[in-house]
């Protein structure tokens, strides 16, 4: 069984930290324990109530009403939501609780079912990169099992390499792109998900993958000449400093640009090199995708 700090809950679930500790006192649905030194945590029935109520109280459920419904009413209104983006909150929510779960069958399932119904397009977009944008924060404060994170990396790393390998684009850009993961990131499903996007937008992409140093990258640069390189950092072993990072990249690339995504790469807060790019949204990486 997993144990969730109150600020896992708030990014896995978009409830501010405040709320849940007003719901706390409130309502009976939540019960964390603590530890020795009075820090709450939540187990994975606690994240998976949360979750579910979360998705209700946004489309328009009161949280007063939700208190009194049981278990399988709570069940029948989630599965009554009927917008598209409800449902496919739903289902992101539903391949989290599988993780914390270790529910393998049921979490491929779900993709399988989807794929069916819309297509591994509209599966990568609209549920497997929203649920790794979700669980992000988890690898970054080390709370999500090692068994549990490969297992589910595993599994959504097969259906973005079928995206990628079946993706066909009408478009055909004048653009060269390397992706890479610098030493020390091992977690390569965001990158793929870029790959994908890349792709389907006609780019030509040249997949170089993780834990790559720095002088592999240079001497690749040299013989294809990319017009951009692309990292999509998560969470990096090894004591990684990315502001030193940056300056090491563009003592040894001065006239290349860099685009860097991810969870680490929200936190920057000091300015970066002339040619690094910092992409801290999927919006900002779509809007750089749309306009090579």
């Known amino acids: 069984m997993n144990e969730f700090t109150i600020k896992d809950l708030e990014n896995l679930s978009g409830i501010k930290a405040?709320?849940?500790?007003?719901?706390?006192?409130?309502?009976?649905?939540?019960?964390?324990?603590?530890?020795?030194?009075?820090?709450?945590?939540?187990?994975?029935?606690?994240?998976?109530?949360?979750l579910n109520i979360a998705l209700l109280t946004k489309y328009g459920y009161k949280i007063s009403h939700i208190d009194k419904m049981n278990e399988e009413d709570l069940k029948k209104s989630i599965i009554s939501l009927s917008t598209a983006e409800a449902q496919q909150e739903r289902m992101v929510n539903e391949l989290i609780q599988c993780m914390v779960c270790l529910d393998v069958e049921r979490f491929e399932n779900i993709l399988d079912n989807y794929i069916l119904a819309k297509g591994i397009d509209k599966t990568i977009t609209q549920i497997v990169f929203p649920f790794l944008d979700r669980i992000g924060i988890l690898w970054l404060t080390n709370h999500i099992n090692p068994g549990q994170e490969h297992l589910v990396t595993n599994i959504v790393r097969q259906k973005l390499i079928v995206?990628?390998?079946?993706?066909?684009?009408?478009?055909?850009?004048?653009?060269?792109?390397?992706?890479?993961?610098?030493?020390?990131?091992?977690?390569?499903?965001?990158?793929?998900?870029?790959?994908?996007?890349?792709?389907?937008?006609?780019?030509?992409?040249?997949?170089?993958?993780?834990?790559?140093?720095?002088?592999?990258?240079?001497?690749?640069?040299?013989?294809?000449?990319?017009?951009?390189?692309?990292?999509?950092?998560?969470?990096?072993?090894?004591?990684?400093?990315?502001?030193?990072?940056?300056?090491?990249?563009?003592?040894?690339?001065?006239?290349?640009?860099?685009?860097?995504?991810?969870?680490?790469?929200?936190?920057?807060?000091?300015?970066?090199?002339?040619?690094?790019?910092?992409?801290?949204?999927?919006?900002?990486v779509l809007e750089f995708v749309s306009t090579l």
Not at 21 to 50: A, C, D, G, S
Not at 180 to 186: F, I, S
Not at 191 to 219: C, E, R, S
Not at 258 to 265: A, H, Q, T, V
């Open 18 to 50: 405040h709320t849940i500790r007003v719901w706390e006192q409130r309502y009976n649905f939540l019960k964390p324990q603590r530890t020795e030194t009075n820090i709450r945590y939540y187990n994975n029935h606690e994240l998976k109530m949360l």
């Open 163 to 284: 995206g990628i390998e079946g993706v066909s684009s009408h478009i055909v850009r004048n653009k060269k792109i390397l992706l890479y993961l610098p030493e020390g990131e091992h977690h390569e499903l965001g990158l793929l998900y870029v790959t994908y996007l890349f792709k389907k937008h006609g780019v030509k992409v040249i997949y170089m993958g993780a834990d790559v140093p720095l002088k592999d990258i240079q001497f690749v640069c040299e013989h294809k000449e990319p017009d951009y390189l692309y990292t999509h950092l998560t969470c990096i072993t090894g004591g990684f400093h990315l502001e030193k990072y940056l300056s090491q990249f563009h003592a040894s690339l001065p006239k290349t640009t860099l685009i860097i995504s991810g969870k680490i790469s929200q936190k920057l807060k000091s300015k970066t090199p002339v040619t690094v790019q910092v992409k801290r949204s999927l919006p900002e």
